[in-house]
């Protein structure tokens, strides 16, 4: 059977060319599992994988998104790219155009829509200085040019998979041909026989196992052999950022899935259903509703409550010229500065003239702001050099809040009594202001958690979802039976109080 396939095609491949390989990325096409630019997000056709540290790659709209900030990554298993182009929604010096790339081997000419990375390697990194779209991105690969033959190549390699599978076979063989067939009931059924000249794709509906062999003039290889197996849909539950808090002025609320190519759906009333497309801004109380999809099967459905703050608050100002704290040393220690019932605590730093000095990263460095009295719901820090910002800091704990910089600038919000900053790199602060909710905030009743001044049915599902949540950001009106936790307890004791026990 090979040999009569082999002569079947010997014309064919004396008249084939080696020549550099393109793969087309079209987000109509191939998608990741991303609506929002707010995570990681990767995507691999025919050998190439994009990703993008914060991206979007199942957008509604058929754009690849790549958040300002975020880095982006080209890489190819199949041999070096040689040219990469970016086609985007905006040109030259417009929203969404290709100059807001940047990095080596990347141009982009005035008025183009079309951005070039040029190069020879196995990946390649762009920066972006704010949001870029691609509606089209073309990958030219040179492949590896190799002369012995060696076994053809699944991508991927087997495993389970839902719904159906796009498959690629190749060979890193110059001017292989592979030869694919299904096996059945042990067996190599060579009536289902699929021919591809140095690579191909084919899609998989069903458990199947296949077997392969490469060939090259009268040279062939082993088989080898793969095994797809098809496995019931399930739908991971959209995740929610932040979770349930407290807030300010505003949050913008970000919905994302685990489960690739899922589409994810959102309501303020739990009945009416709009596709999720970017973040949710949210300035009043509200709950919002959540699920994803994927065809017909859904996920379950959560929620997320947000609670507007009063607008009454109190600054806590540390200037580093005034504030010194037991900080002002000449050599490098931990200090204390305490001012209007805040505590701000470095592990290893100084207070050096103008400004507080943080240094890390290392095993004594932090940077902690505490409150004894209102809870913290903002942290400003400005610094007055050009490096070592607050963009060098990030929190300890991710959901403890949101955390953003810009330029010399960081702002932290949310809603808490401590706030912990990991030192990443050095960071000198010229002036901290912490902003505290004020003490005019109104007292609600105990077990009161969606504060609707009633105590009811409705706050024990509120706690549930909090406790789903993050239990820590939980108004202190859930710690119904007063041991200083929120947890399950304060659901069983608030039931109590409601059946009159």
Known sequence: MKKFLSLLFVALLAMSAWADVTVTFDPNVTKGKNAAANALDEMTLDGVTISGTKAAFNATSPAYRFAGGSKATVSSAVGNIKKVEFTCEGSYSQSYGPDQFYGDGYTCQSGSRVGIWQGDAESF?????????????????????VEDLVPPVFNPNGGEFSGSLAVTVSCPTKNASIFVYKVIDGEIDYTTGDYYFQSGEFYVTETMTYAAYAEKGNESTDFVYVTFTKVEQTVEVPVFTPASCSFLDRVDVTLSCATPNAKIFYSLDNEQWSEYVDAIPVTTDLTIWAKAAVGDV????????????????????????????????????????VKDQVTMYVGDGTVYGDHYRIYGPNDSSAFVFTSAGAPIVKIELSSGTASQTPSNLSLVDKDNGR???????GTWEGYAQEVAFKVNSQVRCYTVIVTLASSEVPEFELGDVNHDGK??????????????????TMPIEG???????KNIDDVTALIDILLGK
């Not at 955390?403 to 600038?409: A, E, L, V």
């Not at 710690?479 to 936790?485: I, L």
Request: aromatic content about 6%; proline content about 2%.
């Open 298 to 337: 859904e996920s379950e459905i959560v929620s997320a409550t947000y609670t507007k703050l009063p607008e009454t608050t109190v600054d806590v100002t540390f200037d580093a010229a005034v504030d010194k704290g037991n900080g002002e040393q000449s050599n490098r220690h931990s200090y204390t500065i």
């Open 455 to 472: 105590v009811n049915i409705d706050d024990v599902t509120a706690m549930i979802d909090y406790l789903l949540a993050d239990p820590a």
């Open 479 to 485: 710690d119904v039976d007063q041991d200083g936790k």
């Open 125 to 145: 990194t762009l920066s972006t200085a704010s949001q870029v779209r691609c509606t089209l991105i073309v990958v030219t690969i040179a492949e590896d040019e």
């Open 403 to 409: 955390y953003t910089t810009s330029g010399n600038k």
